[in-house]
């Protein structure tokens, strides 16, 4: 099992740039894929970047592609993400997630542990 902590959320401007932080609990965290998911007020979850168990894979939804980055440090057992150019349609609620799937998911069933989440605000 891993247990999964988000951290980095806050109130930045339109423009600026955040940098969030999932923190993975347990020895087995290389064996996972790891994914970003965002869920704004009165909308469902969706998936946003997503990384393979290697690194050596990022896969992005196209509302974020060019502004986001997924990255992984498995030393540190740690997946970031970092946010650039947020726009106000970028608040939500920003969970991190696992997954022993054979390819990285892009779909929140497919993934088997979640963080609680960390709240992301852009102002205009």
């Known amino acids: 099992q891993v247990q999964l902590a988000e951290s980095g959320g806050g109130l930045v401007q339109a423009g600026g740039s955040l940098r969030l932080s999932c923190a993975a609990s347990?020895?087995?965290?290389?064996?996972?894929?790891m994914g970003w998911f965002r869920q704004a007020p009165g909308k469902e979850r969706v998936f946003i970047a997503g990384?393979?168990?290697?690194?050596?894979?990022?896969y992005y939804a196209d509302s974020v592609k060019g502004r986001f980055t997924i990255s992984r440090d498995d030393a540190k057992n740690t997946v970031i993400l970092q946010m650039n150019s947020l726009k106000p349609e970028d608040t939500a609620v920003y969970f991190c997630?696992?997954?022993?799937?054979?390819?990285?998911?892009?779909?929140?069933?497919?993934?088997?542990?979640w963080g609680q989440g960390t709240q992301v605000t852009v102002s205009s």
């Open positions: 997630a696992a997954s022993v799937r054979a390819a990285v998911p892009f779909e929140e069933n497919r993934y088997n542990y």
């Open positions: 347990g020895r087995t965290f290389i064996y996972y894929h």
């Open positions: 990384i393979t168990r290697s690194g050596g894979s990022t």
